[in-house]
């Protein structure tokens, strides 16, 4: 059973997707929530509590690295650049 929870941040509201051991998904909340069986979601759990507080960090102080267990089930070419994306460091920009 996946779970789902919406989340307020300084970007927008996000819409977090977990299992019990992973994040699944973090994307911003649009039409998708109609599609999202009622009894999954708003409920909490470990992982999406922990994203919560690590995004919320993240925006305010500064939190420099994640430690949330995920997997990024996505495309070959997403993977790629997520991981050029992830060497950039706090608050810089690659030339």
Do not use: C
Request: net charge positive.
């Amino acid at each position: 059973m996946n779970y789902y929870f919406i989340h307020e941040t300084p970007i927008g509201e996000l819409l977090l997707e977990a299992n019990l051991e992973y994040l699944i998904k973090i994307s911003f909340n649009g039409k998708h929530t109609n599609r999202i069986n009622s009894s999954s979601f708003n409920r909490k759990n470990l992982i999406l509590e922990k994203a919560f507080e690590q995004l919320d960090e993240y925006f305010f102080y500064n939190r420099r690295f994640f430690t949330i267990n995920y997997i990024l089930d996505t495309t070959w070419s997403s993977k790629k650049v997520f991981e050029e994306v992830s060497i950039i460091r706090f608050r810089k920009v690659k030339p």
